[in-house]
């Protein structure tokens, strides 16, 4: 998945970053770290000025890391949607609609139910089950 400024801004995106997790968590390991991955300068300087405020408001410094962004190596597959992977039922869901396991990984269906299965964006669930293909007993579950 690509970012594409035309769909929500890069302050917008980075509101619902700093949303989507504990950013006060210190590091487990440097593979569980949280961090926010950046591409240039611009990014940069727009990524630590919204930790910046943020820190300010919850008054508490923020762990979470920003660091260049290339090279990116993606996790081994078992490690990919790994909330989806301990709901079977929305996993079993999502596999009846992706021919292997690597389309269901790419998927933006696939991100997208990650985040609400952990509990995100329960408003984006509301709007976007019709186009993700899941079940009713599914949908219940997760606005549950």
Known sequence: MRFDPA????????????????????????QYRSALFVHDEQTRTQAEASRDRLADRLGAPVATEIIAGVPFYPAEGYHQKWRLRRDGAVL???QACFPNEAALLR?????KLNGFVGGADRDGLTKYHEHLGLSPRVLAKLLR
Request: glycine share 4%; proline share 3%; net charge negative.
């Open 7 to 30: 769909l929500i801004t890069y302050e917008d995106l980075l509101e619902r970053f700093w949303a989507s997790h504990d950013p006060t968590a210190g590091m487990r390991s440097t």
């Open 92 to 94: 079993e869901d999502l």
């Open 107 to 111: 998927s933006a269906a696939a991100a």
